[in-house]
């Protein structure tokens, strides 16, 4: 009779540990994501602007004005945005004097001259305006201001763009230049402005303006590098015009408007400690490249404006790129 296999007895606890020591020796594999920022992102101020495509903007300064107000005009409505109505304007002085021409409607009284090469040109405005003639000098300056003092009867919002705190005044009267034409540099003193300089003439044209004007100031200061100055005193114009800008747009400070709200956009921050590379520049190492003027607009853009718009925006922009390649007709 064959003998019975007996059961081999296995101790249940015993196995039961067995188990779970196998499965906490089980491999397992855990993917860790590391993000690592190269770059110090700029904090833009925390009050929005609040601009809609319908919304008309005056931009007046440095050439920097000149490539954020190109890109405003493409997506805002048109005839929404004006660009520098009297030419680029480097320093605050040259723009406080075009806003105060706008204001009065009028222009300083002498602007005109004759220049090195026999054209007729203004020191208000730049070298656009030049003519053969004083009279068509006068006439088309006039136009100008005429059409510029319509568009900022109606601006609601105006970008001030400072570049420099270097200013040229002639010898011959003393008045303020904004633009020297390539004339002689004998014809010229050149002078620096402090940070009381700047806040106190603002200050006073902003005090005069009346106090139903519906406008808005948004300062930012150029990111272009003046190294004809040098890069030391570079650095000290744009620190003098900080500081200056600080005191317009503090809310605890008297210098700031009283008539208008001041904002301030950082660009050159954005340039200088955000981006803060040389590829972010043009081949002359001193203007920002097309890539970085487009970097600072999309920043600019999501604080200027809500989502909702940006559908519109698009439309726009799509429009303005199909009128460039349009057949111009006479």
Request: hydrophobic share 40%; with cysteine; glycine share 4%.
């Amino acid at each position: 009779m064959p003998r019975k296999r007996k059961k081999k007895r296995i101790n249940r606890k015993f196995a039961i540990k067995m188990k779970l020591s196998e499965a906490s020796f089980t491999p397992v594999v855990v993917f860790l994501q590391i993000v690592m920022e190269f770059r110090t992102p700029v904090d833009l101020p925390l009050q929005k602007l609040a601009l809609t495509p319908r919304n008309r903007v005056l931009l007046l300064g440095s050439c920097f004005s000149d490539e954020i107000g190109r890109r405003l005009a493409a997506e805002m409505d048109e005839g929404c945005v004006l660009i520098n109505p009297f030419g680029t304007l480097y320093n605050p002085t040259s723009i406080l004097q075009a806003l105060r021409a706008l204001q009065t409607n009028r222009l300083p009284e002498g602007h005109l001259f004759k220049g090195r090469d026999g054209r007729w040109r203004s020191w208000a405005f730049g070298g656009k305006w030049a003519a053969d003639t004083q009279a068509e000098c006068e006439a088309k300056t006039r136009k100008a201001l005429q059409q510029a003092v319509a568009f900022w009867q109606q601006a609601d919002t105006v970008f001030i763009t400072f570049g420099t705190n270097h200013v040229y005044h002639l010898k011959a009267d003393g008045r303020s230049v904004a633009n020297c034409h390539k004339e002689l540099s004998s014809a010229f003193e050149e002078r620096l402005l402090s940070v009381e300089d700047v806040v106190k003439a603002w200050q006073t044209f902003f005090r005069a303006l009346p106090s139903a004007t519906p406008r808005r100031f948004v300062f930012t200061l150029s990111p272009y590098r003046y190294i004809k100055y040098g890069l030391h005193t570079d650095k000290l114009s744009k620190a003098t015009l900080l500081l200056a800008i600080d005191r317009l747009c503090s809310p605890a400070n008297d210098a700031a408007p009283t008539a208008a709200p001041c904002f301030y956009f950082p660009a050159y921050e954005i340039v200088n400690d955000e981006l803060r590379d040389y590829r972010f520049y043009a081949p002359d190492m001193q203007h920002p490249s097309e890539q970085t003027a487009d970097y600072i607009w999309e920043r600019l853009k999501d604080w200027s404006f809500a989502p909702a718009d940006f559908d519109r925006m698009r439309q726009n922009l799509k429009a303005y790129k199909a009128a460039l390649h349009r057949p111009q007709t006479k």
